[in-house]
């Protein structure tokens, strides 16, 4: 069983960085993708970075392409936010699935998802 956990998020002003960390727990091996999305009061999930597993090959929204980077870290995936802005505001989650990944575009798709960490930039 897969358990996600994440952690970091906090209130920063606009130009500030946060780093978050999401732990893995469970079995996950290269037939799983991994995945950061964020929500918005009163809008919809969406995607920010999905890669394999191992934290390789990342894949990046065009909001998050050159401000935010993905590393991963034996159990730990990190999301580091730079260059933040208050249009970045919202709940991050961390999310898993196993097979053909559901991609940015599918949040519904995923099959594990963390509890989520409050990003606030003012």
């Known amino acids: 069983h897969v358990q996600l956990v994440e952690s970091g998020g906090g209130s920063v002003q606009a130009g500030g960085s946060l780093n978050l960390s999401c732990a893995v727990s469970?079995?996950?091996?290269?037939?799983?993708?991994m995945g950061w999305f964020r929500q918005a009061p009163g809008k919809e999930r969406e995607g920010v970075v999905v890669?394999?597993?191992?934290?390789?090959r990342p894949a990046y929204t065009n909001s998050a392409k050159g401000r935010f980077t993905v590393s991963q870290d034996n159990a730990k995936n990190t999301l580091y936010l730079n260059s933040l802005e208050p249009e970045d505001t919202g709940m991050y989650y961390c999310?898993?699935?196993?097979?053909?990944?559901?991609?940015?575009?599918?949040?519904?798709?995923?099959?594990?998802w963390g509890q989520g960490t409050q990003v606030t930039v003012s």
């Open positions: 469970g079995r996950i091996d290269l037939t799983y993708c």
């Open positions: 890669t394999y597993s191992d934290g390789s």
């Open positions: 999310a898993a699935h196993r097979g053909l990944c559901p991609g940015f575009y599918a949040p519904l798709s995923w099959r594990y």
